[in-house]
């Protein structure tokens, strides 16, 4: 059984740039959520998607955006980057129709620096 | 949504000792699970446990739902227990989504 995976694993970008992060579900599960994490902080909930549709969506503007694919893996993508944009991004996912329905196995994060 | 408070924000400990972590939230919950932040980022799941009592190893987790309390107990703990403990929740809404809220965490330090 392999894990998630998340790529790149660092990222330097500069303010008003795009960037895109990519994530590989564990296998078997079908439903990936998205979090930042500040410095010093609890991760914070972007987005989530289940069968390629967005699932739920926490306090962040339209300019955070994600796509999942039929093989459930997903990308979160950022416009318009701004300086508070520098975080540790963690993808998770789950197996809602398994026996523990909700538990999340996260990977190990893109680090994302903008200048 | 809910709000989610753990205590004690830090913790010093020598090799060896036991300690008591704790989440309140302010809501009932379907999900609840603990983590261990290694100093990588990495989140590893300890329990999934929105109710009833775990224990794996040194480590344990007991979840009061209905008082909207969980703790975690780490026994004889180990410099590697070192790292930063989160508490993360959720209820349900309409539609079947939910949106997972995390405790600002307790950081850990044991010292040999």
């Known amino acids: 059984e392999t894990g998630v995976t998340q790529s790149p694993t660092h990222l330097i970008k500069t303010r008003g740039q795009q960037v895109t992060l990519r994530c590989s579900s564990q296998s078997g599960h079908n439903t990936v959520s998205w979090y930042q994490q500040a410095l010093g902080q609890g991760p914070q909930f972007i987005f989530q998607y289940y069968r390629e549709e967005e699932n739920g969506r926490g306090n962040f503007p339209p300019r955070f955006s994600g796509l999942q694919f039929p093989n459930y893996s997903s990308e979160l993508n950022v416009n318009a980057l701004e300086l508070d944009d520098s975080a540790l991004y963690l993808c998770a996912s789950t197996s809602p129709f398994s026996g523990r329905s909700y538990e999340q196995y996260f990977g190990p994060g893109t680090r994302l620096t903008v200048t | ?112």
């Open chain 2, 1 to 112: 949504g809910i709000q989610v408070e753990q205590s004690p924000p830090d913790l010093i400990l020598q090799e060896g000792a036991n300690s008591t972590l704790r989440c309140n939230f302010s809501d009932s919950v379907n999900n609840l699970q603990w983590f261990h932040q290694n100093p990588w980022g990495q989140l590893i799941n300890l329990f999934y446990i929105p109710s009833g009592t775990k224990q794996n190893g040194r480590l344990s987790a007991t979840t009061v739902a209905t008082e909207r309390y969980s703790l975690l107990y780490i026994s004889s703990s180990q410099t590697t227990d070192s790292g930063v403990y989160f508490c993360a929740v959720s209820g349900t809404q309409s539609g079947g989504s939910y949106i997972p809220t995390f405790g600002r965490g307790t950081s850990l330090i044991v010292h040999p």
